[in-house]
């Protein structure tokens, strides 16, 4: 018999979440087990680990990862917006500039793998082609769009979403940078 794991709080923020926009994940199927909500799929996993594992990553704490990942590949321009207070659609945007398509693909490519292999955290739904100018990473609470300097300039989605307050992000210092 699989292990109940407690993970609660992200399943009822993905029920809830998926629910507020129309649709609810195919492959997961809530049951109720003696500590709460469990999905099959990661109960699963969790077996096959040899015990629980940590689904739940804050949303704030999940956009500044992907915000320092971003950096990781020196994306320019990162930007945090807190949503929570005015937004159902999500709770924290993180926003990006690439310089061209390749470092476009470069930086999703460093959220995404990072995030799967550290955190074992995947995007619900990925938006936009790998030669696009703009590609969406949707996290459920978290929304990353990592776009090119046009497309910023052009939907500049920091006055579309205003009233949400910009979280303070400090890249790291490069090494270069802390030696001088």
């Not at 609660?8 to 029920?15: A, R």
């Not at 003696?34 to 594992?53: E, F, I, N, V, Y």
Request: net charge positive.
């Amino acid at each position: 018999m699989a292990k109940t794991v407690s993970a609660v709080p992200l399943f009822k923020t993905i029920e809830k979440k998926s629910q507020a926009r129309g649709r609810l994940p195919v492959n997961l199927r809530f049951t109720k087990g003696r500590l709460g909500l469990a999905s099959g799929r990661w109960l699963r996993l969790a077996k096959r680990r040899g015990g629980p594992l940590d689904f739940y990553m804050e949303s704030k704490l999940l956009a500044q990862t992907c915000a320092r990942l971003a950096d990781n590949k020196k994306a320019e321009n990162i930007t945090l917006l807190d949503l929570r207070e005015i937004s159902s659609v999500a709770d924290y945007f993180v926003i990006a500039t690439g310089s061209n398509e390749p470092h476009l693909r470069a930086i999703v490519d460093e959220i995404t793998e990072k995030l799967r292999l550290d955190h074992d955290v995947r995007p619900f739904s990925t938006e936009g082609a790998r030669v696009t100018p703009w590609v969406v990473l949707d996290f459920i609470d978290v929304i990353v769009h990592v776009m090119n300097e046009d497309f910023r300039e052009l939907y500049d989605l920091e006055n579309l979403w205003g009233d949400g307050k910009k979280i303070d992000f400090e890249p790291e210092p490069s090494p270069r940078t802390t030696q001088a």
